[in-house]
Nanobody, 123 residues
C-alpha cells in the first residue's frame, strides 16, 4: 500500500525558510519521480516542483524558481522541499505526490498523493 506522509510545515515569517519532508513507503521509491504541489483554500492544485527518480533532473514552477529546492534521498525513501525567501502568498497546503513514471512529465501523471502539510507565512 502506497503511503506518502508529509511533515515540516508550520509558521514562518516573510523572508524565512522551511524544509518539508515526505516519507514514502509501499513502493520502490527509487524507481519513480516525485513532485510537490500546493493548494490554497477554494483553489485548484498547483504543481510546484518535480524530481526524477535518480535525482538527476529537477523542475520548478515560475512562482518558486530560485527560492525552492527539491531533493531526494533514495536510501531514506524521502523527498524534500527546501523553501527559502518565503512570501505570504506561499501560504498553502503542500502535498507530496508519486509519479507513475521515473521521469516527471506533468501533474496528470501523479498517481498518489499524501494528505498534506500546512505552510503559513505571516509576520
Amino acid at each position: 500500500q502506497v503511503q506518502l506522509v508529509e511533515s515540516g510545515g508550520g509558521l514562518a515569517q516573510p523572508g524565512g525558510s522551511l524544509r518539508l519532508s515526505c516519507a514514502a513507503s509501499g513502493f520502490t521509491f527509487s524507481s519513480y519521480a516525485m513532485s510537490w504541489a500546493r493548494q490554497a483554500p477554494g483553489k485548484g492544485l498547483e504543481w510546484v516542483s518535480g524530481i526524477y527518480s535518480d535525482g538527476s533532473d529537477t523542475y520548478y514552477s515560475d512562482s518558486v524558481k530560485g527560492r525552492f529546492t527539491i531533493s531526494r534521498d533514495n536510501a531514506k525513501n524521502t523527498v524534500y522541499l527546501q523553501m527559502n525567501s518565503l512570501k505570504p502568498e506561499d501560504t498553502e497546503l503542500y502535498y507530496c505526490g508519486k509519479d507513475e513514471n521515473h521521469y516527471y512529465s506533468d501533474i496528470g501523471a501523479m498517481d498518489y498523493w499524501g494528505k498534506g502539510t500546512l505552510v503559513t507565512v505571516s509576520s
